[in-house]
């Protein structure tokens, strides 16, 4: 058998340095191709596949489930209840300093926010 190549169509892609012509995937028949192991697919291996498949989304979609519970029964609420107690202590000094001439002064900010941090969680 010859194996010639077919001409090339842009001149320009042929004088490439780059672009080797390969005849490395010219097959002699379609006995070699034929010969090539192969797996079929059953109804039953799709049927698992599909089953394997609505497990893994029903999984998905409890874990998200959880999640959002986790969001809107626990994180939500605590963050909630601390900033307003922020908020609150924050208006509560400013509107102390404007009517009475008092200054607010807190001597340790960190223990000042743990405690906001434990009385936000006391009552969750």
Same mark, same amino acid.
């Given at each position: 058998?010859?194996?010639?190549?077919?001409?090339?169509?842009?001149?320009?892609?042929?004088?490439? #340095?780059?672009?080797?012509?390969?005849?490395?995937?010219?097959?002699?028949?379609?006995?070699?191709?034929?010969?090539?192991?192969?797996?079929?697919?059953? $109804?039953?291996?799709?049927?698992?596949?599909?089953?394997?498949?609505? $497990?893994?989304?029903?999984?998905?979609?409890?874990?998200?489930?959880?999640?959002?519970?986790?969001?809107?029964?626990?994180?939500?609420?605590?963050?909630?209840?601390?900033?307003?107690?922020?908020?609150?202590?924050?208006?509560?000094?400013?509107?102390?300093?404007?009517?009475?001439?008092?200054?607010?002064?807190?001597?340790?900010?960190?223990?000042?926010?743990?405690?906001?941090?434990?009385?936000? #969680?006391?009552?969750?």
């Amino acid at each position: 058998m010859s194996s010639a190549s077919p001409p090339p169509s842009n001149p320009s892609f042929s004088m490439s #340095a780059y672009m080797v012509p390969s005849n490395n995937h010219s097959y002699e028949s379609d006995d070699e191709i034929a010969s090539l192991p192969s797996e079929s697919t059953t $109804d039953s291996d799709l049927e698992t596949l599909s089953d394997d498949y609505s $497990d893994a989304e029903a999984e998905w979609r409890e874990s998200i489930e959880q999640l959002e519970l986790l969001l809107t029964m626990v994180l939500v609420p605590f963050i909630g209840k601390y900033m307003g107690r922020r908020c609150a202590y924050w208006s509560w000094t400013r509107f102390m300093q404007w009517k009475y001439p008092v200054e607010v002064v807190v001597r340790s900010p960190g223990i000042f926010k743990g405690v906001g941090a434990i009385e936000a #969680a006391a009552s969750l």
